[in-house]
């Protein structure tokens, strides 16, 4: 069979620099070049991943002050309320954020907003009723950096917050405790287009290292896969490495409810890569805060509760 290929600015020179970071294969480089990968180190790192250097928790600014806060609370037995979204990188943020905290506490609840009486983002009359419940520490998943005045009621009302989010910085920031968004490390930074998920892992994975035992937090690489590919973010830079690490355990993932799902999915094709997961797994969860409430996947998902609703998985399959 013959095959015609027909290759983009094909008379435009490749810098050799280029060239010999793909090992000399001009095609190869020119690929790169065509897609706007002109910085050679960038480019060993793409195609030998072993060269990549991730990015530490430390990175982001108000991690320490995060983690403490998080610490304290759990070591003075505080409730703490996880504030997450209805799509499927605020499900996989909340799943994530629930299920790490369990490890130093018992005092864990969550609200996912309701999309039709709530709306995005956090809601007064939901932060006065989480002050009534004894809350005294927020968490927000996936939401939050354009919260400031439900943020400054929380405070108002003796709560304190801290904000993990990903969406674009406004001009003035929430009055939280912390703010943990990747948009404000500087710009070109390998790991400021990471998904709410991503912001949640990198607190989970400095929770963990605090406490000594890291380890755990391939725990969740599953729910952080997931967010990548529904939240379509750029595949380069820490969201490249973080899908390379986390695709294998979405498709070799522990959770009963989560692999149930996977194989109502499977009964259209196989799943074999990301766009599969895109088309057939991501509508899925969304379709729950669409019909009724996100807090299904985030029950389905979460390892001590996903029995609770087989009964909406298997809605799924008609």
């Not at 610490?71 to 979204?85: F, M, P, Q, S, T």
């Not at 009723?129 to 943020?151: F, H, P, Y």
């Not at 035992?213 to 973010?233: C, K, Q």
Request: charged share 25%; proline share 5%; net charge negative.
């Amino acid at each position: 069979m013959k095959v015609r290929v027909n290759i983009l600015n094909k008379g435009v020179s490749i810098p050799q620099e280029v060239l010999d970071a793909c090992g000399g294969d001009e095609l190869v480089a020119r690929i790169f070049y065509n897609r706007g990968y002109k910085n050679p180190e960038t480019i060993r790192q793409m195609l030998n991943p072993e060269l990549y250097v991730p990015t530490k928790p430390d990175e982001f600014p108000d991690m320490p002050r995060a983690v403490d806060r998080i610490l304290r609370a759990a070591d003075n037995e505080e409730k703490i309320c996880v504030y997450g979204d209805y799509d499927v990188d605020g499900v996989t943020s909340t799943v994530t954020l629930v299920e790490c905290l369990n490890f130093f506490t018992s005092k864990v609840v969550y609200h996912v907003p309701d999309r039709f009486t709530e709306g995005y983002g956090m809601n007064e009359e939901i932060v006065r009723k989480l002050a009534q419940d004894g809350v005294s520490l927020i968490i927000t998943c996936d939401c939050g950096i354009s919260n400031v005045r439900e943020i400054t009621l929380a405070k108002e009302l003796g709560m304190d917050v801290v904000l993990t989010d990903h969406h674009t910085v406004p001009d003035e920031l929430p009055p939280a405790d912390a703010i943990l968004n990747p948009k404000l490390l500087e710009e070109g930074h390998r790991a400021r287009n990471i998904s709410g998920c991503g912001m949640v892992y990198f607190l989970c994975l400095a929770l963990l290292e605090k406490k000594g035992f890291p380890d755990r937090a391939e725990r969740f690489l599953d729910m952080l896969a997931l967010s990548l590919i529904a939240d379509v973010v750029s595949l380069n830079g820490e969201n490249r490495y973080l899908l390379q690490k986390a695709l294998p355990a979405l498709f070799n993932t522990r959770r009963i409810g989560l692999r149930q799902l996977l194989e109502v999915a499977e009964r259209n094709g196989k799943l074999e890569n990301e766009e599969d997961v895109a088309f057939q797994i991501a509508p899925r969860i969304n379709a729950a805060g669409r019909m009724d409430t996100a807090r299904l996947p985030v029950e389905l998902f979460y390892v001590r509760t996903w029995k609770k609703h087989a009964l909406w998985l298997r809605k799924l399959t008609h």
